[in-house]
């Protein structure tokens, strides 16, 4: 309600601007406690217990800076980053732009972010407080070894991190999501994984939107062999639907509702390539609790969300986990896990 009378002021604002006003807004609210597990919502994905599964999705905190705030708005999780190895100052602005009237976004951020120390510090002081917290790991845009980038945030974030996504699937970073092919991905994997050791937690892969059927199986096997924690699924689409907006043909990845049906489909695909058999985490277009249970039913066991948080601001995160409950006890269901994969 009180989104609806500021959004404007926020909307006449550059995007850029606006984003980092809303991070200065949240480092006001003190960090609290990380929500109790929330009934039927409670789940447990990759040996992790959930309070419920709407997370924040990578992109909104690339600094790990508000993670608590985040989990004290709502959310059962909050993904940080995406952090590379070196601080790197990312793509000339103006680089985020807002859709409007596709309810959309637009951004070729290109991994801007304080690097892997500053993120460290706060995440190592934040640690104690619980909650779950995922740390997204990049690489620097100049490095010469981008599969040493990730091993060295593996090391450097393991200790400190819920569980590690490693982003291949940004479209901004020249050249990364060739990390998805095949072969390259089975050596990016086997170094991270080696560099995370026994112990360590759960490490999830975000693929992008625009993969080929073969893509996806390919993906599906290498994460099904090295018996990842989960697939994220996923980035935002170089692809470009029709849109309404002024800001259509500007150059990056698109996200929010015109990626909607293209991301639920690749939940479809990643479930049927998997036989169900790997955690699926859904995110793309998510903006209320019927889109969310749609992804849980497709095969999604989690959701995130971050473009709708533009739109519809902080009070996003109860109103979907308020309407996920009620969808669960009208469908006659008594657990996340039972929907997963049934519609
Ligand atoms: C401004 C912006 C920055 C993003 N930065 C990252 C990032 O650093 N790492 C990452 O894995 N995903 C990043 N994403 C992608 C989101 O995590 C998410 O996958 C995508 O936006 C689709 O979800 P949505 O439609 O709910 O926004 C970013 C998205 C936006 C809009």
Not at 12 to 25: I, M, N, R, S, T
Request: aromatic residues 6%; positive net charge.
């Amino acid at each position: 309600m009180l989104y609806r009378l500021l959004r404007p002021a926020l909307f006449a604002l550059d995007a850029e601007k606006a984003h980092g006003l809303a991070l200065q807004g949240l480092r006001l609210l003190p960090a609290g406690k990380p929500a109790p597990a929330q009934g039927p919502l409670a789940c447990r994905v990759a040996g992790l217990d959930f309070p419920n599964p709407l997370g924040m999705a990578a992109g909104f905190d690339k600094d790990g800076e508000v993670p608590d705030p985040l989990l004290r708005l709502g959310f059962g999780f909050a993904e940080v980053g995406s952090i590379t190895p070196l601080p790197q100052a990312g793509n000339p602005r103006p680089r985020l732009f807002r859709l409007e009237e596709d309810q959309g976004v637009i951004n070729r951020m290109g991994f801007n972010n304080h690097g892997g120390q500053a993120a460290l510090k706060r995440l190592k002081a934040r640690f104690g407080r619980g909650g779950i917290v995922g740390i997204n790991i990049g690489a620097n845009k100049d490095s010469t070894d981008r599969v040493a980038d990730y091993a060295h945030m593996t090391t450097l974030m393991a200790p400190y991190a819920s569980y590690l996504a490693v982003n291949i699937s940004s479209p901004n970073t020249p050249g990364l999501r060739a990390l998805q092919d095949e072969g390259a991905l089975s050596e990016l994997l086997d170094a991270v994984l080696s560099a995370r050791g026994g112990n360590g937690p759960p490490v999830f892969l975000k693929v992008a939107p625009d993969l080929q059927p073969a893509d996806v199986d390919a993906i599906a096997r290498i994460a099904i062999d090295r018996a990842l924690g989960a697939l994220i699924v996923s980035n935002t689409t170089i692809e470009r639907p029709a849109l309404q907006s002024r800001h259509a043909g500007e150059q990056g990845g698109l996200s929010g509702a015109p990626l909607r049906d293209m991301a639920l489909q690749r939940v479809r695909d990643f479930r049927s390539a998997t036989g169900g058999t790997m955690p699926l985490i859904g995110v793309g277009g998510i903006a209320n609790a019927d889109d969310a249970w749609q992804r849980i039913r497709a095969g999604a066991s989690l959701v995130q969300l971050y473009s709708a948080m533009v739109y519809h601001g902080p009070g996003i995160a109860r109103q979907i986990t308020r309407g996920l409950a009620e969808r669960m006890r009208r469908d006659g269901f008594s657990a996340i896990a039972e929907a997963v994969g049934t519609g």
